[in-house]
T-cell receptor
């Protein structure tokens, strides 16, 4: 299994609070991705990174920001959480943008 | 518009009863098609990548095939441990080549 650790695995928080999710990899892969998975929508890309301090937006980036200060860590921040951001969040990594992505086991986030 | 459609949405098989899952796609130039397996509470697990029509890949009881419009995941003599959701994703040659377009998956249940 690819060495990808997501933390926390579960979180419940209130609307308006800031939330940060962490993805840590031990594979030294250059590319990292944040997705959310919701019933009826499948996996949707939030943000991705193609190197340290190099990030770009995905298809559902509003309300989210990311940072990558080290190869192994990719952080996803919800500055002011809303109930519509209740979801399961997955981090993925890849060696090559055209190659397969490998996923962590996700963070289940509930915003009340 | 680039699109991926998986069918059926759900499939129930008896152990040993072979079947196929379908992934139909419309994309402006296929760069690659990916199959994943996802178990409840886990992240997607990479199975296969297919790059060109006529290509086939096999792994244990699974065989993936690709045409210019669709891919099939054939499951031969399935076992209960093959129960999972199977996801298909495509990557286009044009535009942002890091973006995967995901289907909604086929939920497979194999009864003993």
């Amino acid at each position: 299994d690819a060495g990808i650790t997501q933390s926390p695995r579960h979180k419940v928080t209130e609307t308006g609070t800031p939330v940060t999710l962490r993805c840590h990899q031990t594979e030294n892969h250059r590319y990292m991705y944040w997705y959310r998975q919701d019933p009826g929508h499948g996996l949707r890309l939030i943000h991705y990174s193609y190197g340290v301090k190099d990030t770009d937006k995905g298809e559902v980036s509003d309300g989210y920001s990311v940072s990558r200060s080290k190869t192994e860590d990719f952080l996803l921040t919800l500055e002011s959480a809303t109930s519509s951001q209740t979801s399961v969040y997955f981090c993925a990594i890849s060696e090559d943008p055209a190659g397969p992505q490998h996923f962590g086991d996700g963070t289940r986030l509930s915003i009340l | 518009e680039d699109q991926v459609t998986q069918s059926p949405e759900a499939l129930r098989l008896q152990e040993g009863e072979s079947s196929s899952l379908n992934c139909s796609y419309t994309v402006s130039g296929l760069r690659g098609l990916f199959w994943y397996r996802q178990d409840p509470g886990k992240g997607p697990e990479f199975l296969f990548t297919l790059y060109s029509a006529g290509e086939e890949k096999e792994k244990e009881r699974l065989k993936a095939t690709l045409t210019k419009k669709e891919s099939f995941l054939h499951i031969t003599a399935p076992k209960p441990e093959d129960s999972a959701t199977y996801l298909c994703a495509v990557q286009a040659n044009a535009g942002n080549n890091r973006k995967l377009i995901w289907g909604l998956g086929t939920s497979l249940a194999v009864n003993p």
